[in-house]
């Protein structure tokens, strides 16, 4: 009976514990590490455009540099009282495609997996983040007869991003501050 009630108290200790260090964790990622991730000054005015999705002959597997471009200095941005390097979600995502492009070019000995890895995860959180539930035709690009060979979206432009990495990072290069 003693031990049955040493083993309750034991646990319930442990469990007060667990619960404590776990409303601790929360308190202090919501009020001390994204707090000053939230008050960094970013932000974008993103319109709308349309783009029609074709089988484009750019951004082929081994145009590196055509790759490389779509996420200029890294997709990094330096930011806040203290010049804190971000990057740009939408250029981390770029910058991953073009990792795991990268790595399928190379013979299997060669790849970095826990990169890729990163990149994949990161990739599908982002997908399912963003949760687009827009109808794709579907189709194959060898399909002779597509339902919709060369459908056209609706998107955020992503110009306004490029625009805004571009002032910061100009900033940033020209007087040490965003």
């Not at 790759?67 to 330096?78: D, F, I, S, T």
């Not at 070019?105 to 990739?123: E, F, K, V």
Request: proline share 3%; net charge positive.
């Amino acid at each position: 009976m003693l031990l049955r009630q040493v083993w309750v108290t034991a646990l319930s200790v442990l469990l007060a514990f667990n619960l404590a260090s776990k409303l601790l964790g929360y308190v202090w990622l919501k009020y001390h590490v994204h707090d000053d991730v939230n008050t960094v000054p970013w932000s974008t005015d993103k319109g709308e455009v349309y783009l029609q999705f074709d089988t484009w002959a750019r951004y082929r597997l081994h145009s590196a540099d055509e790759w490389a471009a779509l996420y200029p200095g890294n997709g990094l941005v330096h930011l806040g009282r203290d010049q804190e390097p971000h990057t740009v979600a939408m250029l981390h995502q770029l910058r991953c495609i073009d990792f795991v492009r990268d790595q399928i070019t190379r013979p299997a000995a060669a790849r970095d997996g826990g990169q890729t890895r990163h990149c994949m995860n990161y990739l599908r959180e982002m997908l399912m983040c963003h949760a687009d539930d827009t109808l794709d035709a579907y189709q194959y690009v060898h399909k002779t007869r597509a339902l919709d060979a060369q459908p056209v979206r609706r998107c955020r432009d992503w110009r306004a991003v490029y625009e805004r990495v571009e002032r910061s990072q100009l900033g940033r290069n020209g007087t040490g501050r965003a």
